[in-house]
């Protein structure tokens, strides 16, 4: 048997308006619903987008950092392992750059390849050379702007390192002493590195 479907007259407001038998569908979306719906998002878009290039500028500072972290720790077991002094120098004239030497050459003895213990940036060999893309500010033992790794591991001169940057990410400073490296984040007000 068929079922027999009974015919909704149309009401007299839409045959007024000569729309006849047309009933609005319950499963559409209006103009308007969708103009709300573009506006939420754009403004959705727009906020993250923001908070998405202050992540990266952190997620930049910080990542700069841990390889600076890595290169040091890299230059301390080579110079145990080797048993020879590593060099990390921090030019002034370049506030972006560090570099770190083996030292390699003997001025007393050229021919003698273990090293004099004294930085010589032509002869010693550079073991590596980077540039960040922010300042590096060290505050070492007698505001020299070099140190050094030992045979045995142990660094030169105590003090900090630090990426300067407008942005306040997580890691952004190194503090160096005798035996441990670590990193921390950068306190303005007490002008230290507060390990992490």
Known sequence: MKKLIKIIPPSPHLVKWGRGDYQMKEDGVTL????VVVSVIGILVVALGFTFQGWKGKYNVESQMREMYMDLMNA?????????????DLPPAQPT????????????????????????????RRVLQKTTSY????????GDTRFNFNKD???????TIRLSSTVTPDYDCIVLSATRINMGKWNGTTSSCDIK
Not at 32 to 35: R, S
Not at 100 to 115: F, V
């Open 32 to 35: 308007i619903e969708l103009i």
């Open 76 to 88: 301390r077991a080579m110079a145990m392992q080797k048993n020879r002094m590593y060099f990390v």
């Open 97 to 124: 750059q560090y570099t770190i030497y083996e030292d390699t050459y003997d001025a007393a003895n050229p021919t003698y390849k273990d090293g004099d213990r004294i930085l010589q940036t032509g002869s010693d």
């Open 135 to 142: 300042t590096i500010v060290p505050a070492l033992a007698f």
């Open 153 to 159: 591991g142990l660094v030169s001169h105590n003090g």
